[in-house]
């Protein structure tokens, strides 16, 4: 055993893992969740998620982490199932707790397994514990591959999940820190279908341009009759050379010939939530439904 998992070790005997929940507003709603799962200032991609989620029924959620995006999906009502598809199963051991917690698990399944394009098969990931960002790539995960921190995980495809699953999913939401093109592989046959939108968060590293990361998504778009979006401007890609700049970035990836979401109009990059029309449209009706139940004057 290294240093890093007997200090955990240690740890978890002594303080016994205890986790601290805490009860915030979120969405309309109050909901428990650990420090850190809700992030302040939002995400990049939070409010985006969010916007397309209110038009979805089944939701993928790829490299779900501790839960933030799965948390997001299901307190949308429409959302009937999220699926949590994390290779850290600390962190997806938190998520599904987070979830429990709130009463949101009867909609939620959860795979522990790195997403790829070949199933049954064994990734190292380089991890600490249930941190954000582990990758595959030791170079992506600084912190863990300088305390040589790794776990190996087994391999699954979408394809084969949504097969196993017998689900039919109209959103994925990929954050693979740099294997995206790897995720996208495995799900040539849901793109097929020619009904499901792709929330793609980019990465770059030191062994994974973000140029060549872009072309090998942009790549599989041109083979799959998919169109890219840097959802950023936004603006059609057909070329990294628009974010090749960028260490992280979003890509929306729908079928060919469909217009960029209405959805998605006027709200930027880290842009809070309440600015997606879908988010407006459900205070009005509130404020309807409150004016309705108060007493006449």
Known sequence: MDATRALRALQRRLHGDRREFHEVSYLGRRVLVLHGVIRDPPDYDEAWFYACAQRASIVLDVGANQGQAA???????????????????????????????????????????????????????????????????????????????????????????????????????????????????????????????????????????????????????QRMSYEAWYMTEPQKVTTPDVFAHRGRCHLLLIPRGLPYPDCLVGIKQQGDTQDSPAWQKRRRKQDRELRRRMPAV
């Open 71 to 221: 948390l997001i999906a299901l307190l949308c009502p429409n959302v009937k199932e999220t699926v949590l598809i994390e290779a850290n199963p600390e962190a997806l051991a938190i998520g599904a707790e987070i979830l429990v917690r709130n009463h949101l698990s009867e909609r939620a399944r959860f795979v522990c397994a790195f997403a790829s394009n070949v199933a049954e098969q064994t990734v190292r990931l380089w991890t600490v514990a249930a941190g954000a960002a582990g990758s595959m790539y030791a170079g992506h995960a600084s912190t863990a591959s300088k305390a040589g921190s790794s776990i190996d995980t087994p391999t699954t495809t979408l394809d084969e999940l949504v097969s196993a699953l017998k689900i039919e999913p109209d959103l994925v939401k990929i954050d693979v820190e740099g294997a995206e093109r790897l995720v996208l592989e495995g799900a040539r046959e849901l793109a097929h279908r020619g009904n499901v939108t792709f929330i793609v968060e980019m990465h770059s590293n030191p062994e994974l341009s973000m140029a060549a990361n872009g072309r090998a998504v942009l790549d599989w778009c």
